[in-house]
């Protein structure tokens, strides 16, 4: 009888080892419920990074191809504008989806002196501006030789570029 009752104590799992492992599942369960959206919001926000850089590499490129200076800020369709020329020459006419945010639609750009925050998923042309932190301060009025960039990300933040 006593090794009857031996087997039947190896055979099988106690009530507290179940408990134990489902416990242990749902903590592992939990840390990944917390930890993937996380991980899911910094990739979209390093593809927005990824897409300022390379308007930067633009910026360098008009530059190159008009003497030195950077598109001026407004929508003149003369070809020297932000909006303008440089956003139609440079942007709209690359591959396209290169310049789209991670959610695979079009940025929204604008031109501002001086800005206290950035909406998520705009880009921000300052002429004659510096970043200062996450944002672009200055005025175009200074020089047109010095541009910063900015683009809203998630949670509020954003990240500036400048030439400087």
Same mark, same amino acid.
């Given at each position: 009888?006593?090794?009857?009752?031996?087997?039947?104590?190896?055979?099988?799992?106690?009530?507290?080892?179940?408990?134990?492992?489902?416990?242990?599942?749902?903590?592992?369960?939990?840390?990944?419920?917390?930890?993937?959206?996380?991980?899911?919001?910094?990739?979209?926000?390093?593809?927005?990074?990824?897409?300022?850089?390379?308007?930067?590499?633009?910026?360098? *490129?008009?530059? $190159?191809?008009?003497? +030195?200076?950077? !598109? @001026?800020?407004?929508? &003149?369709?003369?070809?020297?504008?932000?909006?303008?020329?440089?956003?139609?020459?440079?942007?709209?006419?690359?591959?396209?989806?290169?310049?789209?945010?991670?959610?695979?639609?079009?940025?929204?750009?604008?031109?501002?002196?001086?800005?206290?925050?950035?909406?998520?998923?705009?880009?921000?042309? *300052?002429?004659? $501006?510096?970043?200062? +932190?996450?944002? !672009? @301060?200055?005025?175009? &009025?200074?020089?047109?030789?010095?541009?910063?960039?900015?683009?809203?990300?998630?949670?509020?933040?954003?990240?500036?570029?400048?030439?400087?």
């Amino acid at each position: 009888m006593f090794r009857n009752l031996l087997r039947k104590r190896e055979s099988g799992f106690t009530i507290i080892e179940v408990l134990i492992v489902l416990a242990i599942a749902g903590l592992i369960l939990v840390v990944v419920l917390i930890a993937v959206p996380q991980l899911q919001r910094n990739q979209r926000n390093e593809a927005r990074r990824s897409v300022l850089n390379r308007i930067a590499t633009e910026l360098s *490129n008009f530059s $190159g191809n008009n003497g +030195g200076s950077f !598109p @001026t800020e407004g929508s &003149a369709t003369d070809g020297s504008s932000f909006l303008g020329g440089f956003k139609t020459r440079y942007i709209d006419s690359a591959p396209a989806g290169t310049f789209n945010t991670p959610r695979n639609v079009a940025f929204t750009y604008s031109v501002y002196a001086a800005q206290t925050s950035v909406p998520e998923d705009e880009i921000m042309f *300052n002429l004659g $501006g510096q970043c200062n +932190g996450e944002l !672009p @301060t200055g005025t175009g &009025a200074s020089t047109t030789r010095n541009y910063a960039i900015a683009v809203g990300l998630e949670g509020g933040a954003s990240y500036c570029v400048d030439n400087q």
